[in-house]
């Protein structure tokens, strides 16, 4: 984006109210000490939209940017009709992220987290020199890599060595990208562990998870794609969630909405799901408790190695924090569902024979999600509904490149729970300190 200024806004404690200047890098409110995240607040109230040139940058009216960076691609949103008339829905509409080129769908790693690297890398300086640590289950790792190789930004990432196979390009990646992984039978869990260690060095940088509002704004480019489309804020709003930080960005996106004064003044209610066995939002939710139920660890490992989903394995959502997934739920009314293995499958066929596109495995629980409240009467038939298709098209870009398909390999493999000191020495080595 030519001549591109930084984004004018302010950040706001959500415990408080309090509102403060964003240092660079600001994670929490420095004047509180609980736990509470903290909220973008734009001196645009109405945003501008720019065209699709821009990419994800269209909506740099209400991302908490500094620069922009080559190479994004902004969630889509359209009506479905086959889908729509299967369930008997006047107005479905579908947002996605996905390799799907005849709707203009460009995200080259087929996942929605995309619009979160494209976001949190552009909120960091040109002069930073510390090094960006991302924890991920998969796709928030595909898109860090992509976005940070083709940008030359240096990246460690820390992924659980079961889920390797999430990690594949359509080329070599730069060398400014690195890979450490947790053993085969670790988890989510486990790779946010390793990167809390890394971040206990001077030469790294936490990207922050749910905590940053660059991470929330991006995602939160999937509701203003759907109600710029729609003309309005949609009644309902379907997710499949691991952390639940997509549906809080949702959530923050209506709360802008309603201020710009153009789109309507309903709160859309959350509709998220899980994947069995893995259900402890669920859980905690259908108890009506702000906190999350005790897990053993061995447990949870096993229940993550049963799901489908792999990316929905989040053991420490921000659910409870002030202005987490409870609050959002809370206000929004909403509701958090569940989809099994076999439901997901079978949705995912469904969307690839009506809709005429491959969907990730969570998406395929959020659609699974959707089914089931239809047949239970859980939405209206003539609601704005928006389905959230947060991967798609990763098979069809697979079969496409055929054989030029790339694997980032880890440059080291660490026992779970690995002592500090081991860390610490990989970590020096691999990047030279």
């Not at 984006?1 to 950040?11: A, S």
């Not at 923050?252 to 789109?263: P, Q, S, V, W």
């Not at 096993?302 to 989903?309: D, H, S």
């Not at 969307?351 to 239970?376: M, Q, R, Y």
Request: hydrophobic share 40%.
């Amino acid at each position: 984006m030519e001549d591109f200024k930084p984004t004018k806004y302010l950040l706001s404690s959500i415990a408080t109210g309090k509102t403060f200047e964003d240092e660079g890098w600001t994670l929490d409110d420095p004047n509180y000490d609980k736990p509470a995240l903290i909220r973008s607040i734009y001196s645009k109230h109405q945003i501008e939209i720019k065209n699709d040139s821009h990419g994800m940058y269209k909506f740099a009216d209400w991302l908490p940017i500094l620069r922009t960076l080559k190479g994004s691609s902004a969630p889509v949103t359209y009506k479905s009709k086959a889908l729509a008339k299967h369930l008997g829905l006047s107005n479905l509409y579908i947002t996605f992220s996905g390799w799907w080129p005849e709707k203009g769908g460009f995200n080259r790693t087929c996942s929605f987290k995309e619009t979160e690297a494209y976001t949190v890398m552009a909120r960091i300086g040109k002069d930073e020199k510390r090094i960006m640590v991302v924890a991920s289950a998969g796709n928030t790792a595909r898109a860090f890599a992509q976005v940070c190789s083709d940008n030359n930004i240096p990246l460690l990432l820390t992924l659980p060595a079961d889920n390797l196979s999430a990690m594949w390009f359509d080329k070599p990646l730069n060398n400014c990208v690195k890979l450490i992984v947790s053993e085969t039978g670790c988890d989510y869990y486990d790779a946010i562990n390793l990167s809390n260690m890394a971040c206990t060095m001077k030469e790294f940088i936490a990207e922050g998870g749910a905590k940053n509002v660059a991470r929330r704004e991006g995602m939160g480019t999937t509701t203003l794609s759907a109600a710029i489309i729609m003309g309005r804020i949609p009644d309902y709003y379907f997710q499949a969630v691991g952390s639940g930080t997509g549906a809080i960005a949702a959530y923050e996106a209506n709360l802008r909405l309603i201020k710009d004064g153009r789109f309507g003044s309903n709160m859309m209610k959350l509709m998220v799901s899980q994947n069995k066995p893995f259900t402890p939002i669920y859980d905690a939710w259908h108890n009506d408790s702000r906190e999350l139920p005790a897990l053993d660890a061995d447990l949870a490992r096993q229940q993550v190695q049963e799901i489908l989903a792999k990316v929905l394995s989040n053991r420490k959502p921000p659910y409870s924090i002030i202005g987490g997934l409870f609050d959002a739920m809370k206000h929004s009314n909403g509701d958090v569902l569940l989809a099994s293995n076999e439901e997901a499958i079978e949705a995912m066929k469904l969307f690839e024979t009506l809709e005429g596109i491959d969907i990730h495995p969570a998406a395929g629980i959020a659609t699974a999600s959707l089914i089931n409240a239809v047949k239970e009467n859980k939405v209206e038939k003539d609601a704005a509904i928006m389905l959230n298709i947060t991967g798609c098209g990763e098979e069809r870009l697979k079969t496409q490149l055929a054989e030029k398909i790339y694997y980032l390999k880890p440059s080291h493999v660490f026992e779970a729970n690995p002592a500090f000191e081991e860390v610490e020495s990989v970590l020096s080595n691999l990047f030279a300190f």
